[in-house]
T-cell receptor
Framework: SQKIEQNSEALNIQEGKTATLTCNYT??????LQWYRQDPGRGPVFLLL?????KEKRKERLKVTFDTTLKQSLFHITASQPADSATYLC???????????FGQGTTLQVKP | EAGVTQSPTHLIKTRGQQATLRCSPI?????VYWYQQALGLGLQFLLW???????NRGNFPPRFSGRQFPNYSSELNVNALELEDSALYLC????????????FGSGTRLTVV
C-alpha cells in the first residue's frame, strides 16, 4: 500500500544551525508532496508544496527538495530558531480520492 | 479571514454513547475533510465531503459518519463510542488541495471513558 515514512526519532539541533528532515515514499509516485508544521494539541499548518517536476522550492528560511529517483523529499530549515521547535509532517495526495497520506512526523527541538 | 473552526474543543463521553463534532470551513471552500489523530498513529483519513456529498471515506467502521450542510459546514458523528476512539479529530478545508494544501482547524479532543 502507499506509504510515507519519516524518521520517528526526534531531531535536536543548536540554534542557528540548519535542520534537515527526511520524507520517503513507497509503492507509488506522488504528483506532489506537502510539508506541514504541527504544534502540540493544534492542527497542522501548511508550509510548502513541491511538485514532481520541481527539484527545489524555497520560502524564506525553508527549502524543500523532491528526488523522484530516491523517492525522497528533504525539508530544510536554515538559521533555525527555538520557535521552529515543532513536529513536521510530510504528506502526499493519492489520486482524486480527496485524502492526503501523512507520515508520522518528525519532532524538531531547537536549543538556544 | 476566519480560519477553519471546530467545536467543541474538548468532549468527554462514556463508552457506548454518541459524539457529534462540528466544523465550519473557510468561506469559499466547498470541500471538508475529516482526520483522526490518535496518539502515536499519525493522521488517518476519515471522510471527504464536497458540495454536500460524501466523496470518499477512509478505512473506518460505519459508526463513523457525517454530513455536509448547504452552507458547507460539516458534522462528524461517532456512534457506539469505544475507548480507542479517543483522539484528536481534525477538520480541514481547501480551495485546491493539490496546489494550496489543507487548512486545518484546531481540532476536537474526544475522550471516551
Amino acid at each position: 500500500s502507499q506509504k510515507i515514512e519519516q524518521n520517528s526519532e526526534a531531531l535536536n539541533i543548536q540554534e542557528g544551525k540548519t535542520a534537515t528532515l527526511t520524507c520517503n515514499y513507497t509503492n507509488y509516485s506522488p504528483a506532489y508532496l506537502q510539508w506541514y508544521r504541527q504544534d502540540p494539541g493544534r492542527g497542522p499548518v501548511f508550509l510548502l508544496l513541491i511538485r514532481e517536476n520541481e527539484k527545489e522550492k524555497r520560502k524564506e528560511r525553508l527549502k524543500v527538495t523532491f528526488d523522484t529517483t530516491l523517492k525522497q523529499s528533504l525539508f530544510h530549515i536554515t538559521a533555525s530558531q527555538p520557535a521552529d521547535s515543532a513536529t513536521y509532517l510530510c504528506a502526499s495526495g493519492s489520486g482524486n480520492t480527496g485524502k492526503l497520506i501523512f507520515g508520522q512526523g518528525t519532532t524538531l527541538q531547537v536549543k538556544p | 479571514e476566519a480560519g477553519v473552526t471546530q467545536s467543541p474543543t474538548h468532549l468527554i463521553k462514556t463508552r457506548g454513547q454518541q459524539a457529534t463534532l462540528r466544523c465550519s470551513p473557510i468561506s469559499g471552500h466547498t470541500s471538508v475533510y475529516w482526520y483522526q489523530q490518535a496518539l502515536g498513529l499519525g493522521l488517518q483519513f476519515l471522510l471527504w465531503y464536497d458540495e454536500g456529498e460524501e466523496r470518499n471515506r477512509g478505512n473506518f467502521p460505519p459508526r463513523f459518519s457525517g454530513r455536509q450542510f448547504p452552507n458547507y459546514s460539516s458534522e462528524l458523528n461517532v456512534n457506539a463510542l469505544e475507548l480507542e476512539d479517543s483522539a484528536l479529530y481534525l477538520c480541514a478545508s481547501s480551495l485546491d488541495r493539490a496546489s494550496y494544501g489543507y487548512t486545518f482547524g484546531s481540532g476536537t479532543r474526544l475522550t471516551v471513558v
